[in-house]
């Protein structure tokens, strides 16, 4: 009966069942057989087992050589389906493990994770695109000795800088999980994006280095950098781009992280990445100005994004520039509506540069964590300053992409007892292309002929546009401004 279909099926289903390692007891004693064990009864059981564990593997850097003789064979190849790869780094010492990462710790972690990532990368460079992996992650971690230690606070303002990894191509992964436990720097995740042209998708992670300026800065402008020269595939049909910014408490004062420019280089270059494309959802999360989709230069020519069918925007409160997006009119201080001044000291975090460093950077920190209002401050009306620009380059966007389905521009607010209630508040203006439902279509005037047209809905408390916005918005859909939403 060997090989029989139904053999064949019971076979696997007893394999689906058998651990992938063996496990041991307390007392030493092994427990259960691996797969691996049971694959070696037969040819039979060979074939049934290795698709089974096969499919899902997690490999660490130091067992690369040890994944390549394994899958010397195409037909293995064939199996792998989700790879997950574990950058070691060397592990802290105990006198180490209370103290911030240093630049020497950085350069080290940064030719290791690099070597070994590009050691992955060649291989996985040699399998046929047929092959199909659909998911691959790769992050970085360390083994921790001590108990008494920072924890992930060690390298929690550490980034992995890739090595340049030239032209490779690595035509068989299908996508590509933002790595986790570590931070990439955001010009990594654009330069690893750019080695697997089969990617149907992008999703970047970026958590920003807190309140600290200087490095916040390099960041944001080697990502910009990085974009200006990707290449994006066309298979890639979805953008999903989380930027984790510093909190500020609603009564400080924000800094100026684009200078005398008059836009965000990130998000023009974002805008332009986006021109390039062949993308059809955005969703992007985190701090925006209006450059995100419009030149703020009336001379600069932005031609359409061809292929956009929907977009999220989720922005956040503080602007690159420096300014709030609401203000408060009854608790606010003018002053806080304004940048910090230009010669305000920016900061590295702890573990850059000498140890004075450090120790400033700890004090500027613990500074801006106890500066505190005897009064609670709500910033939840739009500063017309700043949000007047934002809401015209949105709505010449909307006017200039005629493939757009959907597009939303949104943020949360929290308010006070007795205002807006205890509670979150959805602020938002969305756009839907005529034939597209959605749940607010009751709300117009003449529900029933809402279809035939575009529609623009405000959601925004009693707060309205100028009236100049207001008939530009009209030039691309019917507005409605909604009633508060509970």
């Known amino acids: 009966m060997n090989g029989l279909p139904l053999e064949l099926e019971i076979r696997a289903k007893i394999a689906s069942f058998i651990p992938k390692r063996s496990t041991t007891s307390s007392d030493g004693e092994q427990t259960t057989l691996a797969r691996s064990s049971i694959a070696s009864l037969s040819r039979a059981w060979q074939a049934t087992t290795e698709p089974v564990t096969f499919r899902c593997l997690r490999v660490k850097s130091n067992e690369l ?3 390549t003789a394994m899958f010397k064979t195409i037909h293995r190849r064939k199996y792998l389906r989700t790879l997950t790869f574990e950058v070691v780094l060397p592990t802290y010492s105990d006198e180490l493990c209370a103290e911030f990462e240093t630049d020497q710790d950085r350069k080290a972690h940064d030719k290791i994770a690099s070597e070994a990532v590009s050691l992955l990368l060649r291989e996985l460079a040699t399998w046929s695109a047929e092959l199909n992996i659909h998911s691959t992650s790769i992050f970085t971690r360390q083994w921790i000795t001590s108990i008494a230690d920072l924890f992930e606070n060690r390298h929690r303002y550490s980034y992995i800088h890739f090595a340049h990894f030239g032209d490779l191509q690595v035509p068989c992964i299908r996508s590509l999980p933002s790595p986790t436990y570590r931070h990439l720097s955001p010009d990594s995740l654009a330069s690893l994006t750019a080695r697997f042209p089969a990617l149907s998708e992008i999703r970047w992670i970026f958590f920003e280095p807190g309140v600290f300026s200087a490095l916040r800065k390099q960041l944001r402008h080697d990502f910009t ?8 595939s066309p298979e890639i049909k979805r953008l999903d781009i989380l930027v984790h910014p510093p909190w500020y408490f ?10 005398s420019l008059p836009n965000d280089p990130l998000c023009a270059a974002l805008r332009n990445m986006i021109r390039r494309s062949s993308l059809r959802d955005l969703k992007y999360t ?4 209006p450059s995100f989709f419009w030149p703020s230069d009336p001379n600069e020519l932005c031609t359409t994004w061809a292929s956009i069918e929907t977009v999220t925007v989720s922005f956040d409160h503080t602007s690159p520039s420096g300014k709030w997006y609401f203000e408060d009119d009854e608790f606010n201080d003018p002053t ?32 801006m964590s106890l500066e505190r209002n005897k009064d609670t401050l709500y910033r939840y009306l739009p500063s017309d300053e700043v949000m007047m620009p934002l809401l015209e380059a949105f709505a010449r966007r909307l006017e200039s992409t005629p493939s757009l389905r959907y597009a939303s521009l949104e943020t949360e607010l929290d308010h006070r007892d007795g205002l807006l209630g205890d509670r979150d508040y959805s602020w938002f203006v969305s756009y839907y292309a005529p034939g597209k439902s959605c749940e607010f279509d ?6 029933d ?4 047209q575009a529609r623009i809905f405000f959601h925004t408390y009693d707060w309205r546009p100028e009236r100049r916005l207001i008939n530009l918005f009209r030039t691309v859909g019917k507005i409605t401004f909604l009633p508060s939403l509970c």
């Open 442 to 447: 009751e709300c117009m005037d003449e529900p």
């Open 286 to 289: 985190g701090p925006i100005d």
């Open 65 to 67: 050589g040890e994944f």
């Open 225 to 232: 950098t990085s974009l200006q020269k990707l290449k994006v």
């Open 449 to 452: 002929a809402g279809l035939s």
């Open 250 to 259: 609603p009564h400080q004062r924000l800094p100026n992280i684009v200078g």
């Open 336 to 367: 806080s509506n304004e940048p910090l001044p230009a010669n305000t000291p920016e900061h590295y975090p702890p573990g850059y540069g000498t140890e004075a460093d450090s120790k400033a950077a700890l004090a500027f920190d613990r500074s």
